[in-house]
DNA sequence: TAGTGGTCTAGACCACGAG
DNA sequence: TCGTGGTCTAGACCACTAA
């Protein structure tokens, strides 16, 4: 790697950030590995350390990695505690974050609706995995999730029995099939539940229900995974902060 | 101010950060001022330009402060836009954020109910102003509002007549009541909608509709406004990003 | 004790904005 | 042209971790 320092180029600080971020989508650094010390990437890059410091700082604010005074500078582990307090959002009435427990109602492969297609960026017509199942939260029946991933690198996911799907899927995601979900983007509204989702959370059909489109995005920002989430809000909501 | 250097004491940059936020809650420096330049900070702190630098970047990540190549650092001015992208979070079907209008139906002054009082942390039954308002967007009534505020420092909104309050009511407690609005908590949920916000937005008592209960803090995490929004989502959604 | 990140310094040069 | 923030260097010492 060479890093360019003419007029018109990005600042060294960049340059290596990208490069760092290149290593990891590329998969040369794993989740969790011990990366380079600041002082030694500096040697092999021939700048200051305070040059490597400053692109790795940009990176610990993005957690794709972690610092451990003493220790060293790590892949960002993108495990249960993130998955959970980053991109689950539900709180009971107390405002306490509970984990859900999840139900597999199925898990096929099929053709992409147009919504679909379109929020995965793929071909209209291909081929999807679509995963339903039910999540509970303190014991009640609380949210019916619809999860659609393309077929290209998930088909694996249909082999298991379709009941031993772990609750926590960017887990999944991330060890299995070296897909780090990084963004979510997500939608809400309300809607009146549909008779399917109101049986399944045990509601009267058509009372109010939040629903969540979200897609998760990669590192790289590409689309890994388009998630319906029907909400009931009896007992929980959503919580957001904004800064 | 004299920072303190010994060892259980806080690393400069970060007395430096908690000066700087000091002189902005404190009113010393108002919204959009000039502030000193980082070498005259330095020299007055009898620190080096890094340090002050450093606490300033984080100020700038926290939005506190704008920095201006060439022109210096600025408080900033949360005004329209910053109101508007970081706080409102209703877009249209296509994802395009448009400005609401604002129709207040009423502005008094009341006691405050046990959920007011707690979300502001007042004594229960304290006096607070009220507002109650319904916001069109793109001509479509769309969001009933209840605005909840201390009496304390808002007394003077009850003064001037009802209707012409600004639509953009962070930007008015900050220019009028020096009260800048830096982080806001929500939660949302999916209600029935009653029969009075119902006949509002012109739809079907008890149809879906999000509700949004929004607390703004200030600078120093002070509760300064509770709002209870409820929304159509029939043309619009409520958008979230999650990093 | 050796090696890591965390803080801090004192300087250099560049890019930008205003007069 | 001058002062600002933006980038970058080369060092210093501290705090923490592991062997």
């Known amino acids: 790697m060479v890093l360019s320092t003419g ?41 200051s350390q305070g040059t490597v410091r400053k692109a790795i700082t940009e990176l610990v604010e993005n957690n794709i990695l972690v610092r451990k005074q003493g220790r060293g500078t790590f892949v960002a582990n993108h495990d249960t505690q993130r998955a959970l307090f980053h991109f689950f959002h539900i709180v009971n009435d107390d405002g306490v974050k509970v984990l ?19 929020r995965l960026q793929l071909p209209s017509g291909s081929s999807v995995v679509s995963i339903e199942r039910v999540r509970e939260l303190e014991g009640r029946a609380t ?46 509204r309300a809607i009146a539940a549909p008779k399917r989702t109101a049986s399944l959370l045990n509601v009267p059909e058509g009372s109010p229900l939040l629903e969540i489109e979200r897609i998760a995005l990669g590192l ?22 904004v800064f």
Chains 1, 2 share one sequence.
């Open 7 to 47: 007029k018109g180029s990005l600042p060294l600080y960049l340059q290596i950030k990208e490069m760092l971020v290149a290593k990891i989508s590329g998969g040369e650094w794993l989740p969790s590995d011990l990366i380079p010390s600041e002082l030694q990437l500096a040697q092999e890059l021939s700048v």
């Open 100 to 118: 859900p427990n999840s139900r597999t109602l199925s898990c096929r492969r099929k053709r992409a609706t147009r919504l679909e297609a379109s």
């Open 143 to 188: 949210i019916v999730e619809v999860i659609t991933l393309s077929a290209d690198p998930f088909s694996n996911l249909i082999k298991p029995k379709a009941c031993d799907l772990p609750n926590m899927l960017y887990e999944l995601y991330e060890k299995q099939f070296g897909m780090t979900v990084h963004t979510a983007e997500e939608k809400l």
């Open 220 to 241: 790289d920002r590409t689309p890994i995974e388009l998630r319906i989430s029907q909400c009931s809000t009896v007992k929980h909501y959503y919580q957001n902060t």
